[in-house]
């Protein structure tokens, strides 16, 4: 069977720039996605804060990093992996389209956030629902945006949104954040945010964008809709790792646990991207985690022979 010296999973930013370097580097490399590949950043309508890349869509950044990709020689394969086995000096992994085996393996399979999953979600992700308050806020200057979610992540992006909208809902099921004491008094320190306790999304409306969301209280059962222009949903994210399960370390969340040389628990597996344990998760620092980790790829094959 044909051995490859790196098989790329996962082709967002992170797999994408892996892939640039590991075919630049004349590495017999291919790279696995499922779908598209874009990942999440497909999804998103506007990105603006990728150095040297203004005012283009998701899709069209990463089309360029697959075609640059592509012009180095690598391969890409439209297959969904199914299981791996990472712990001899081949590696297999298994697809839907068949077996790969290669000498190292660069793990991009990113992460997805949690839906709400209610009517009108879907059909309006990317032209007002987003779930990257970093990547979009910027979008809603001056107008009326709601934020999901009580932990860390929702309040300090709501907080963050204020630069922006003029205001700002948080939409929380219970009577209590749970993010920390700090974070909390900010929120309530400042004037543009609304809470709206005890209350969940029921229904997403709109024409061609966002305009209105139905609020329901879990404990009246009333419904009340609420104007706005974006709704930003943090009730967490879901690292695309179960078919890791047993095979590299993971937090308790399923992260990827990974030293700076993008390095995992098992020699010749590296792991790049969303689907790894860090701090911040944007299209720049995914980049930075596939060149990274096809670098100490490269250098692992070097030793080895």
Not at 9 to 17: E, F, N, Q, R, S
Not at 103 to 116: D, F, M, N, Q, W
Not at 158 to 178: M, P, S
Request: with cysteine.
């Amino acid at each position: 069977m044909n051995v490859y010296d790196v098989v790329i999973v996962g082709g967002g930013p992170a797999g994408l720039t892996a892939g640039i370097y590991v075919a630049r580097s004349k590495l017999k490399a291919i790279l696995l996605e499922k779908g598209l590949p874009g990942g999440q950043i497909a999804t998103t309508e506007h990105i603006e804060n990728y150095p040297g890349y203004t005012a283009g869509a998701g899709y069209e950044l990463t089309a360029i990093m697959e075609e640059q990709a592509k012009g180095f020689g690598l391969e890409i394969a439209m297959a969904e992996v199914t299981g791996v086995q990472l712990g001899g000096p081949e590696k297999i992994i298994t697809t839907n389209q068949g077996e790969y085996r290669a000498r190292t393996v660069i793990l991009a399979p990113g992460s997805s956030p949690r839906k709400l999953d209610v009517p009108g979600e879907k059909e309006f992700i990317g032209r007002g629902v987003s779930y990257c308050a970093t990547c979009d806020g910027p979008f809603y200057e001056g107008l009326t945006v709601m934020v999901v979610g009580g932990g860390n992540a929702a309040v300090e992006e709501a907080n963050y949104l204020t630069r922006f909208a003029q205001k700002v809902y948080i939409v929380h099921r219970r009577d209590a954040l749970r993010a920390t004491k700090v974070v909390q008094e900010r929120a309530f320190a400042n004037e543009k945010i609304e809470i709206l306790w005890d209350s969940v999304v029921a229904e997403i409306r709109g024409n061609e964008t966002l305009e209105q969301v139905l609020i329901k209280n879990v404990k009246t059962g009333q419904i009340t809709p609420v104007t706005v222009d974006g709704l930003f949903v943090y009730i967490g994210f879901i690292p695309n790792t179960a078919f890791l399960k047993g095979q590299v370390e993971m937090d308790e969340a399923g992260y990827i646990i990974t030293n700076d040389r993008m390095e995992t628990s098992v020699p010749g597996v590296f792991a790049a991207g969303d689907c790894r344990q860090k701090l911040l998760r944007q299209v720049v620092t995914a980049a930075g985690d596939g060149a990274i980790a096809a670098f100490a790829a490269e250098k692992y094959l070097e030793e080895q022979q």
